[in-house]
């Protein structure tokens, strides 16, 4: 990192940064750093320009994004922040794959309340048979020809075939969260490498699909770590970055840790805007439970897009409620 960065305080910090985003550069770990540990006056200044290089770069519209849960529960793997671990004591459902029927209906749902995006999430490390996966394939191509809306996937751990299957399927794009730095990994899940999580990811792009993959934030993860994230997703080339804030469930291994600040989740966004000036950026899980009345700031802050409706195992606002929230915003929806 240049010295004279370091040595910048506040709005020259951020304006020095956002000009060099602005003309096509890039910022380092460290001058992230900086900026992601900003506060009172100079972190609205660090939103402001975030703004301007999402505009700059994306416009004035954003995109909003719904899932189904399609397949719950009695999952093998010990993440710690998962409600859906067969070794977590939770109140989350447990079910089998939806049929073809169920996907469709909740896809058609999805496209009625004005989403481009479908997400079919099922829990597990893979699909567990061949027969589901066709499900998902006969669900896909039905989304595809029926509906108005982009069908997406997240299937858990997928070989190249898999993917190519997909994609000739018509699935849009294929969603895999690296969940959080590489460095903070095995303190949040022993029954993965993340290797795995990264092969999956380079399957997905090789077979054509865009990539959706990102992580949750808040899971005692430090800032750098936060930061290592997402150099990482740019690594890796993937097309579109979710970012969730960890709502701690009972019975999981987080349960007691403290929920991010507001002001704290919108720092986050602003940076990752920094860092990840071309790639869309979705606020997921979270959006309304942490950042509560400062919610519609996400765009504000650098954000591109949002999931609408539920999540995988709590309830979101209201559809009715977010789009009130975007005609408020006077924000266009692609």
């Given at each position: 990192m240049n010295p004279s960065i370091s040595a910048m305080k506040g709005l020259q910090l951020v304006t020095s940064l956002r000009d060099r985003v602005l003309e096509g550069g890039r910022i380092d770990g460290e001058e992230a750093l900086l900026l992601l540990e900003l506060d009172g006056c100079d972190r609205f200044d660090l939103i402001a320009a975030a703004n301007r290089i999402r505009v700059a770069f994306h416009?004035?519209?954003?995109?909003?994004?719904?899932?189904?849960?399609?397949?719950?529960?009695?999952?093998?793997?010990?993440?710690?922040?998962?409600?859906?671990?067969?070794?977590?004591?939770?109140?989350?459902?447990?079910?089998?794959?939806?049929?073809?029927?169920?996907?469709?209906?909740?896809?058609?749902?999805?496209?009625?309340?004005?989403?481009?995006?479908?997400?079919?999430?099922?829990?597990?490390?893979?699909?567990?048979?061949?027969g589901e996966f066709d499900t998902v394939l006969r669900s896909v191509r039905r989304i595809r020809t029926e509906l108005d809306i982009e069908p997406d996937a997240s299937l858990g751990c997928i070989t190249y075939e898999q993917a190519l299957a997909l994609k000739e399927a018509g699935c849009a794009r294929y969603h895999?969260?690296?969940?959080?730095?590489?460095?903070?990994?095995?303190?949040?899940?022993?029954?993965?490498?993340?290797?795995?999580?990264?092969?999956t990811v380079r399957n997905a792009a090789r077979a054509g699909l865009d990539v959706c993959s990102g992580g949750i934030l808040g899971m005692g993860e430090s800032p750098g770590q936060r930061i290592e994230l997402a150099i990482e997703l740019c690594d890796l080339g993937v097309s579109r970055v979710p970012i969730n804030f960890l709502m701690p469930i009972k019975g999981t291994r987080l349960e007691k840790l403290e929920p991010l600040r507001p002001l704290e989740c919108l720092s986050i966004i602003a940076v990752y805007r920094f860092l990840l000036p071309r790639l869309e950026i979705s606020v997921c899980a979270g959006r309304d439970t942490l950042l509560r009345d400062l919610q519609s700031m996400v765009f504000f802050a650098g954000a591109t897009g949002c999931m609408i409706g539920n999540y995988l195992t709590t309830a979101g606002r209201s559809v009715e409620a977010d789009r009130q929230l975007l005609e408020d915003l006077e924000v266009e929806i692609r």
């Open positions: 416009g004035e519209s954003v995109h909003l994004c719904g899932i189904v849960n399609a397949k719950s529960g009695s999952c093998p793997e010990d993440c710690a922040f998962c409600a859906q671990s067969a070794r977590h004591m939770t109140d989350a459902p447990a079910y089998g794959l939806l049929d073809e029927e169920g996907i469709v209906s909740k896809a058609r749902a999805t496209a009625e309340a004005g989403a481009g995006y479908f997400g079919i999430v099922t829990s597990g490390r893979t699909l567990d048979s061949p895999h969260n690296l969940e959080t730095a590489r460095s903070f990994y095995p303190e949040i899940c022993s029954t993965r490498d993340y290797d795995d999580n990264v092969r």
